[in-house]
T-cell receptor, first 116, second 112 residues
């Protein structure tokens, strides 16, 4: 079974600054996906970024980038130029690859507050 | 043009009642899921269907019964509701050959 751990229950950052959210996972799988989802107060789950484990290059999406360390089983999310709209819960998630019905295993979440 | 929709968005009911939550996706995906988010925001898989076939059934009480009439729909029926069933229930879908899952807006169930 897979486990995902987010060690920072809460974080805060000043607007326009950079913040990094941590995530570690445990698996014996070789092929898998890792994701960061954002859940604002509206409760909608929004995909922020995805990483395929076979890719060595770290994924980036505009102000969001990851630091994927496969050997260390670490998958941190960096948010640059933080904006007030980034205030939300952030969930790290793991999913095995190549099987129908594969589920997401989530970490416990990090509540991020962006301060003006 | 909502991708994954759920009805209702809010549901308040009394203990012992039976209720259903419906989910529909118009993305052409073949795999659908139900997740439960508890009061501490922890998200956990309940069920997964691929092409109308049950693939994943986590340790969920028998009072919860999913039903997939076709690939675009996945409903969740809950019998004899208990206080501990209060949570947000999310439907999600994906294409089995692809990656990310797309989530519905969630249904907040409150059992009094």
């Amino acid at each position: 079974a897979q486990t995902v751990t987010q060690s920072q229950p809460e974080m805060s950052v000043q607007e326009a600054e950079t913040v990094t959210l941590s995530c570690t996972y445990d698996t014996s799988e070789s092929n898998y996906y890792l994701f960061w989802y954002k859940q604002p107060p509206s409760r909608q789950m929004i995909l922020v970024i995805r990483q395929e484990a076979y890719k060595q290059q770290n994924a980036t999406e505009n102000r969001f980038s990851v630091n994927f360390q496969k050997a260390a089983k670490s998958f941190s999310l960096k948010i640059s130029d933080s904006q007030l709209g980034d205030t939300a819960m952030y969930f790290c998630a793991f999913m095995k690859q190549n099987n129908a019905g594969n589920m997401l295993t989530f970490g416990g979440g990090t509540r991020l507050m962006v301060k003006p | 043009d909502t991708a994954v929709s759920q009805t209702p968005k809010y549901l308040v009911t009394q203990m012992g009642n039976d209720k259903s939550i419906k989910c529909e996706q118009n993305l052409g995906h073949d795999t659908m899921y139900w997740y439960k988010q508890d009061s501490k925001k922890f998200l956990k898989i309940m069920f997964s269907y691929n092409n109308k076939e049950l693939i994943i059934n986590e340790t969920v009480p028998n009072r919860f019964s999913p039903k997939s009439p076709d690939k675009a729909h996945l409903n969740l029926h809950i019998n004899s509701l208990e206080l501990g069933d209060s949570a947000v229930y999310f439907c999600a879908s994906r294409i089995s050959s692809g990656g990310e899952q797309y989530f519905g807006p969630g249904t907040r169930l409150t059992v009094t």
